[in-house]
Nanobody
Framework: QVQLVESGGGLVQTGGSLRLTCAASGSVFSAMYWYRQAPGQQRELVATDTISGEVVYADSVRGRFTFSRDKAKNTAYLQMLDLKPEDTGVYYC???????????WGQGTQVTVSS
């Protein structure tokens, strides 16, 4: 059974930083993702790494956020710098299991950036 444990969210001021961590267990994972959902908005992809190893970012976070992944530990990180109020939302970790379709989701961690 897949388990995802997210941590690192919180309340910061504009320009602050946070580091999110997602620890996955219970399966073999082919990919890990960070999504976010702002109030009243659809969930959007923030960052992920591809099979080739390239990291893909949403345009709104490129240059400020850094995705990294420790495959040996099944852990993904999202280092967020220069946070802005529009970064506020619930950040979700998601994983794709090898040989299976669809994603498994974590419970989410709240990030609030005050102006």
């Amino acid at each position: 059974q897949v388990q995802l444990v997210e941590s690192g969210g919180g309340l910061v001021q504009t320009g602050g930083s946070l580091r999110l961590t997602c620890a996955a267990s219970g399966s073999v994972f082919s990919a890990m993702y960070w999504y976010r959902q702002a109030p009243g908005q659809q969930r959007e992809l923030v960052a992920t790494d591809t099979i080739s190893g390239e990291v893909v970012y949403a345009d709104s976070v490129r240059g400020r956020f850094t995705f990294s992944r420790d495959k040996a530990k099944n852990t993904a990180y999202l280092q967020m710098l220069d946070l802005k109020p529009e970064d506020t939302g619930v950040y979700y970790c998601a994983v794709a299991e090898k040989g299976r379709l669809g994603l498994k989701w974590g419970q989410g961690t709240q990030v609030t950036v005050s102006s």
